[in-house]
């Protein structure tokens, strides 16, 4: 089975730092590429930035462009996102993703962020 679970939400002040991380578990985490999406209230998901599954391309959104970085440790199975200079457009729900060719993808529950001063 299946699990992905996101840690590291909350609340921060805008200009503040956050890392999220996503855990995964039966699952061959180094075959799949993972992704960060995120939704804010009223919204649609969007993708934030993705990784490939040997870590070697990564993609941003260009809202997000030099102040997040997403990275991965295939040997612990883990993807972060690490966030900075944080806006309050950045608040929403954060969902990580894990996807691969010809495979239905796999998604965690979700961590909030919030922005807020």
């Known amino acids: 089975q299946v699990q992905l679970v996101e840690s590291g939400g909350g609340l921060v002040q805008p200009g503040g730092s956050l890392r999220l991380s996503c855990a995964a578990s039966?699952?061959?985490?180094?075959?799949?590429?993972t992704a960060w999406y995120r939704q804010a209230p009223g919204k649609g998901r969007e993708l934030v930035a993705r990784i490939t599954s040997g870590g070697s391309t990564t993609y941003y959104a260009d809202s997000v462009k030099g102040r997040f970085t997403i990275s991965r440790e295939n040997a612990k199975n883990t993807v972060y996102l690490q966030m900075n200079s944080l806006k309050p457009e950045d608040t929403a729900v954060y969902y990580c993703?894990?996807?691969?060719?010809?495979?239905?993808?796999?998604w965690g529950q979700g961590t909030q962020v919030t922005v807020s001063s």
């Open positions: 039966g699952i061959i985490f180094s075959l799949y590429d």
């Open positions: 993703c894990l996807m691969r060719l010809y495979d239905s993808p796999y």
